[in-house]
Structure formats: structure tokens, C-alpha cells
């Protein structure tokens, strides 16, 4: 082989990141989703946070569209 990949290989790699990609979304838009349901309970922003890895600015913009 010339060192180049083939279509096809290349084709499976974009699969599998766009995978990834819907992946790590779907992930991101749960952790938003229980934020905001947190966000419901007298749990501080700081637990909060801690809970759900998002900053307390990320925290405090998920408030404000609430």
C-alpha cells in the first residue's frame, strides 16, 4: 500500500466520529437536563456543580432559562 487510506476506511473512521459526536451529545444534553432538575431542589449551586461537573456560570445561564 502507498501509505494513503481507502474510502472505505476513511468512511468507517467518519462513522465512528460522528458516533462519538452524537455520543458525547446526547451525554451533555442529559447532564443539562438534570441540572435543571436539580435546579428544582434546595441543593446549593455549588452542589449542584459538584454533582454535575457544569461550572456555576453554566449553572447560573441554565437558571436564567428556566
Excluded at 476506511?9 to 442529559?30: C, F, P, V
Excluded at 443539562?32 to 461550572?55: C, D, M, V
Aim: proline share 0%; no cysteine; net charge negative.
Amino acid at each position: 500500500m502507498n501509505g494513503l487510506i481507502s474510502t472505505e476506511e476513511t468512511q468507517e473512521k467518519l462513522n465512528k466520529w460522528d458516533i462519538q459526536i452524537a455520543t458525547n451529545k446526547g451525554m451533555e444534553q442529559e447532564k443539562i437536563n438534570i441540572t435543571k432538575n436539580l435546579l428544582n431542589t434546595e441543593l446549593s449551586l455549588q452542589e449542584i456543580s459538584k454533582a454535575t461537573g457544569l461550572t456555576i456560570e453554566e449553572i447560573e445561564k441554565l437558571k436564567g432559562e428556566k
